[in-house]
């Protein structure tokens, strides 16, 4: 389902501005769509979830964030990119959640939630009169474009806050590329990695090889 919700909005997928649109409308829609979930509707779940994401066209590449979970773009043996965390102590995100009648606290929103963009968390999605990205935690995910460097270009790591919590942009970066080797499997480097994190929150990576390291 959600697949379809995303691509019902390509209507115009040829433009990079109709399909940074339809990214959010997809987004939004999903959100809605969850309500309908009967634990969600229920109340008997009040959870949810960051997202982060990659679109690779042929010119282009699309990062998706909602949330602190993160993107990290490897090019020409450095970090050359990487998305934004959304926490309630960035300013854009503390004057939402103040207009929203909300407040930052221990940098979480209301002393609670440590993340002010998620699907999911309706707990925070209830403000009367405010539209689904003016409420405490928003839904919109962060859209970013860069055009695509063939040569330049070797990899991308999304990875959830329990990774970026103990680690760098750049740590995480030179660790996968003194392993990312032609035909060589990355899945026990990963497990180690996790492991050696010894950390209470969820680690998950996940890589995207974009061309063979020499």
Not at 12 to 25: L, N, P, Q, T
Not at 67 to 78: E, P, Q, T
Not at 80 to 105: L, Y
């Amino acid at each position: 389902q959600t697949a379809k919700l995303l691509a019902a909005e390509q209507t115009r997928a040829d433009s990079v501005e109709g399909v940074k649109d339809g990214i959010r409308s997809g987004f939004l829609n999903i959100d809605e769509y969850m309500r309908n979930f009967s634990d969600l509707r229920q109340g008997l779940d009040r959870s949810g979830s960051t997202a982060v994401c990659v679109l690779l066209s042929p010119t282009h590449l699309y990062f998706i964030n909602c949330g602190d979970s993160r993107a990290v773009l490897s090019r020409d043996g450095k970090v050359g990119f990487s998305t934004q965390d959304h926490k309630p102590c960035n300013p854009r995100e503390k004057e939402r959640i103040q207009n929203a009648g909300g407040s930052v606290m221990i940098q979480r929103v209301n002393g609670s939630l440590a993340v002010s963009r998620a699907l999911g968390d309706y707990d925070y999605k209830c403000v009367d009169g405010k539209g689904p990205t003016e409420q405490l935690v928003s839904p919109e995910p962060e859209v970013c474009v860069l055009e695509r460097a063939a040569e330049g270009d070797e990899f991308v790591v999304l990875a959830c806050d329990g990774i970026w919590d103990v680690m760098s942009n750049e740590e995480l970066c030179e660790f996968v590329r003194s392993r990312l080797l032609p035909n060589k499997i990355m899945a026990k480097s990963v497990d180690m990695l996790s492991f050696s994190l010894n950390n209470a929150d969820s680690n998950y990576v996940l890589i995207m090889k974009l061309r063979f390291l020499r």
